[in-house]
């Protein structure tokens, strides 16, 4: 029972963090002159 509690503490934590973690990431890619590919239009051809 308490291996479970564990798992689902470090769940609970890890996942929010490494959202966080993420939407960093990608918000501070253009700082470094580099276009998110989710973010950056398509070009007309």
Do not use: C, D, H, N
Request: aromatic share 12%.
């Amino acid at each position: 029972m308490k291996t479970v509690t564990l798992l689902i503490a470090w769940i609970w934590i890890t996942v929010p963090l490494g959202w966080g973690v993420y939407q960093s990431v990608q918000k501070s890619l253009p700082l470094f002159g580099i276009e998110a590919a989710a973010v950056a239009p398509a070009s007309p051809k």
